[in-house]
Structure formats: structure tokens, C-alpha cells
Nanobody, 114 residues
């Protein structure tokens, strides 16, 4: 069974940076399309950034130029480098594959203070 473990979140001031990690077991990330999702209080979970099995990346407009998704196939780990963080980036961040989701992990909380 695929397991996803997110880490790297925390409390940071606006303008700061964080690097999230997603450790995957039970499946090779190189064979999957992968994404970072976030869910803010009272809002639906949204796809923030994605990387296909072919290495093609995409981002929602609000994070373009600030967030970078990457993966290390040897470590079977995916990353999200988040720079110039804004208070509106505050959310629980999750990773998952798509279009066939694996069981969701616990996520990692990112809180950006103004």
C-alpha cells in the first residue's frame, strides 16, 4: 500500500521560506504524476503544484514564481520549495499522486504570519 509522509511545515513570517518534503513508500514516484495540495480552514483542498512522471511541472497562478516542485527519484521523495511566503499560503499541505489518489497522509501545517 502506498504511504505518504509530509514534513517541513512550520511557522514563518511573511516573506520567508520553507521546504516541504513528501516521503513516499509502496510506489515509485518516478512512475507517478505527483502533486502538492493544500487546505486552508473553511476551504476545499486545492492542487497547488504538480509534476508529471515525465517531469513536467505546473502551478496555480497564485504561487507561480514563488514555489518550486521537484523530486528525487533515488530517495523516492518529492519537495516543495516555498519562497516569498504570504499569509494566504497558510494551510495544511498534503502530497499525493494523481489521478488515482493514494490514502492521504497527515499533512504538514504551514502558518505564515503577517
Amino acid at each position: 500500500q502506498v504511504q505518504l509522509v509530509e514534513s517541513g511545515g512550520g511557522l514563518v513570517q511573511a516573506g520567508g521560506s520553507l521546504r516541504l518534503s513528501c516521503a513516499v513508500s509502496g510506489s515509485s514516484i518516478s512512475l507517478n504524476h505527483m502533486g502538492w495540495y493544500r487546505q486552508a480552514p473553511g476551504k476545499q483542498r486545492e492542487l497547488v503544484a504538480s509534476i508529471t512522471r515525465f517531469g513536467i511541472t505546473d502551478y496555480i497562478d497564485s504561487v507561480k514564481g514563488r514555489f518550486t516542485i521537484s523530486r528525487d527519484n533515488a530517495k523516492n521523495t518529492m519537495y516543495l520549495q516555498m519562497n516569498s511566503l504570504k499569509p494566504e499560503d497558510t494551510a495544511v499541505y498534503y502530497c499525493n499522486r494523481f489521478p488515482l489518489f493514494a490514502p492521504w497522509g497527515q499533512g504538514t501545517q504551514v502558518t505564515v504570519s503577517s
